[in-house]
Structures are given as C-alpha cells and as structure tokens.
C-alpha cells in the first residue's frame, strides 16, 4: 500500500514540474496589466542614457521603459493612460534645500516678492493689513535690498504702512527682519538692548536708537520670540499648502533645511493622515553652543522617527555664516563696499570642529550653510579634519555645503577630493536657449550682492560645472521659499545662462542639469536606490513636462511648464487643459 501511495505522489510530483516547465516561457506574457501608462513621450531615465517613448507603472513602482508598441502590450482595461502629447517625462525634481513649513505659513502672509519700489512695498502692506484687521500681527515676505537707501530698511516707512498693530517683514533671503516701532516694543528692543552673539541690532547712526532692522537669527529671534504662534492646525494646513505648491512644480522630494524635533512632528502629523504627498528628508538645526545633551536628544528623534517612504531625518544643519547683501557672509578678504570687514563665522574653529566631529562620529549626515569664500573654505576645512579622526559611518558619507555663492579658486577641486556634495541654488529666472549675450553693467552685478563683494569674487559666483569637472558632486535646490520652486527654470538657467564677464563658462547641457534635480539629488540623501531615475523597481515619482525640452531647446517659459505631476505612481497634478 505504501509503494502505490509513493508511486501516486511521485506521478503528481513529476507532472507538476511538467506544468511549471511548460508555463515557464510565457511568465513574461501572463504579468498583470500596467495601473499607469505614460505614453508619447521623450522619457529621461536621469542616468545619462538616451531616451524612451513611453514607461509602465504598478502600484507606485515603474515596471517598464520602452516604445509606445512596447508599453502598449502592457495596457489592460482599468489601465491609465497619461499622454505626453510629445513632452519631456523625467524623474519628479528632489530639492535638495527648502524650508516648506515655515514657507506653508508665508504664504498667508503678505507678499513683497517682485517690489521694485518702497511705495508698491508700503500699498501691498497697507492692503494687506486693511483686508485683515482680525490680525494682531501683520507679518509678510520677500522685500529686497534694492528699494532701500543703502538696503536698509527703517521702522519709520513701516509705520506708515502699518502704524496701529506690530508688524513685521522678512527679507526675501530670510537673513532680516523689518520691524515697525510697535513690534519693536513688543519685543522691548531699545537703545539699551546689546546685540545678541551672531547678530545685529541695527541703529541710527545719529541716536543709537534701533533703526527697525534686525540682521541674522539671533537677532531676528528677539522680536520672533512675541509673534503669536501659529497652532498645529494651523501649521498642518500650511504644510500641506506647502506640498501643494512643490507638486504644481513637479518637485515630489524635498529636503527640509533647519528644522525642530517639534516641527517634525507637524510633517508626522501629515503622514499619519495620509495627506503627506511628497518625500520629505528632514534636518535638524545645529545652533552654536550645541552639547552632547543637544545630541543625545537628536539621536533620540532619530529613534523616535524611524524612516518611512514619506519622512525621514538623519541630517543636520548648520549656518556658518550670512548673506552678502549684509555683509554677514564671511570673506576671505574684505568686502568691496566696506573694507572695514570680512563678515565673521557663527563658529569659532575649535567649536565647530567639536560639533561637527561628534555629529559625524554619531553616524548624522552634515549640511552647512557656507554663503561666503571664507565659509566655504571653513567648512571643507571642517569635514575634512572629521573625516581624518572619525571611522566612516555606517552608511558613508555624503556630508553637503549649502549655496556656496563665491568660491575661491583653490577649494574647487576639494568638493571631490574630500567626497562634498555641492549643493546650490540657481537663479530662478528663466533662460531661453536663444538669450542674447548681455551688455553693459551685468546683470550679476547690479545690486547689492555684485557691489559688496565687487566684479572679481562675484565672477566666481556658480561654480557648479568647474567643480563638477573636478570630480564633485553637484546637486541643485531653490531654497523655497527664498525663490519659486520653479525647478524647470532653475535648470534652463544652468543649462543657457551666458557665462559672466571675466568667469569661467558654467552651462550644464540640460541632462546634466536635470541629473542635478534629479538622481544626483537623490544621491544627496542616500536615497538613489529609490527614487531619482526612470527604471525597473524605482519609485513612480514622474514629471510630464509640455514639450520636448531635448529636441527643441525651450525659449519660452510656457516650453518648461510642468503638465502632469505623478507621485507614488498616482496622478497628483494636471495643469490645465491637460
């Protein structure tokens, strides 16, 4: 009885692998129709290579590059389609450096982007402030130095747009605050009140009385301290504002620079209720005086926030120095408009080499602010000496400098040498293909930025192809809500920008630069096995942009306008008639 029963079971055996031998060939044939088709395109995988017409998506994975015929076979009934009507479809932008919570509530505030005058300043204050008399606090963004004598404003031409209330105005590059007389008392900022380390209280020269200009965080944080704070419904609302716009760029992966353990708990917030739709990599901000206590308590976030598809952390930032508009970039040597400074660093040597080596030792990614020569100089010298004493962290390291506005020559190949990321922020204005080679005074130049630091160092502003030709890693950001999140633009600017008078010739071909914004980004946060290109198993982050941009150069901004944002392998964005 036993042998039959062996004899029966070893007949099922062998006819079963008869079966799986037969169906083996035709697997391919018998996979499950594409949930997302992106077809008629001119498809970018960012990986250097060359072009597809069409690719396949599966849940929130792309499953296949190739021809229109070639995705076709994989469209079944429920299959969407998405067509690109001839347009560009690359990976969806990473930015590498944003701010999006603190950008989500600006954006309910007044908006000085663009002024040009401090009279169209005062009317958009006055309008905003009559429209919203509810507000304790009028609060607004975006002024910039050019409508101010000597790019100073005074809290005198704030009371005249607002004299009833506080209020409030933050420069565009959020280095300065414009305060009003009444926000000045709130905060009981007097002639008696000393500067704060790292920052200026700006004063009448003739008084000594503050002028209504507070430069710097430290600074700035005096009257911050009184402002009403925001609630976490309200800060939710913003965030997810925040996202909305990024996704209306094309951009489904951000970088958030500076944040709080509490504020990281608002993005928690947002990915717990599913309404969290972009990848967010999450710093902390680093201030000086930071203790091992300071660590042990970010090392316990860390615990706390695990990674997820949606949110991680595992960065943090640190500001080594300030802008040039206000002379708080730190120089190598003195600025042209006044020679009596260079700028100063928010860390002396010694301390920032115990914060930044105890950081790195604890297996944290690295990202510092380093505006000016000198801070770049500074830091590299930094991530340097780190490198030399501290074993390599698990992980690698990929530790990154922000802006690097001006370079000095001799640091261009050190990006390379010492495994930096580059990260930085084109203009972003954008640049035709066909734009014309300018005359006159350039337009670098014009400004505050071009006259303190005079026509040589602002030459060496954007170095971006010299030192990627050196061997480093350049990854580009908008630094939102300092500038649009616009990354299309940013990326033409890199890719058609006329080299400036007496500077190197820094175009990117627009591969490159979409490579930048794209796989490089996601290197940039160790994230490249994910997301960042067009292939088999990544991600289905995508952006469907209104025309070729490969084949006909864009000369009109309507050529780069994002048509189409998928995210997590769902339509999220279509712009309209679309």
Known sequence: MRRRRDLVLTTLVCAAAEIAAVRRPFQGRLEAPADLVVINGAVYAADGGGLHEALAVSGNRITALGTNDEIAKRRGSNTQVVDAHGGAVVPGFDDVHTHMLSGGLEMETVNLQGAQTLEDIQSRIR????????????????????PFPNGA???????AAVPDRPAIMRCFDGHSIWANSKALQAARITKATPDPPNGTIVRDQATGEPSGLLKETPAMALVNAVVPKPTRAEQRRALKAAIDEAIRWGVTSVTDAAGTPEDLEVYDDLRRAG????????????????????????????????????LETGIVKLFLDGVIETNTAFMLA??????????????????????????????????????????VRMALDALGRAAAVNPAPARGRRNRLEHIETIDLADVPRFGRLG??????????????NAPASSGTPPFMLGAWG????????????????????????????????????????????????????????????????????????????????????APGMLADIAVLATDIFSRPPAERSDIAVATTIFNGKVVFRASGR
Not at 281 to 294: A, C, E, H
Not at 420 to 433: E, L, R
């Open 334 to 375: 003195p600025y042209a408009n006044d020679p009596s400074t260079r700028g100063a660093p928010n860390y002396a040597r010694e301390e920032l080499d115990r914060v930044v080596q105890t950081m790195d030792r604890r297996g944290w990614q690295i990202m510092i602010h380093a505006l000016g020569d000198g801070a």
């Open 127 to 146: 309008v905003y402030a009559a429209a919203h008399r509810d507000l304790s606090w009028i609060r607004g963004r975006g002024w910039g130095y050019g």
């Open 451 to 534: 006259r303190n630091i005079g026509p040589e160092r602002a030459a060496r502003g954007g170095m971006w192809k010299s030192i990627a030709d050196a061997g480093g890693r350049v990854v580009f950001g908008s630094d939102w809500p300092v500038a649009s999140l616009d990354a299309m633009s940013r990326i033409t600017s890199t890719a058609h920008r006329r080299p400036r008078p007496g500077g190197t010739d820094e175009r990117l071909s627009m591969k490159a630069a979409i490579d930048a914004y794209t796989s490089g980004a996601a290197f940039a946060s160790f994230h490249e096995k994910e997301r960042g290109t067009l």
């Open 275 to 310: 309404e969290l739709s972009a990848r967010v990599y999450y710093s902390l901000l680093v201030t000086p005086g930071f203790t091992g206590q300071d660590a042990d308590r970010f090392d316990a976030v860390r615990r706390a926030h695990p990674p997820t598809p949606l």
């Open 153 to 159: 404003p005074t809290r005198g031409q704030l009371d």
């Open 420 to 433: 930096v990321v580059a990260s930085m922020h084109p203009g972003g204005a954008f640049v035709p293909a």
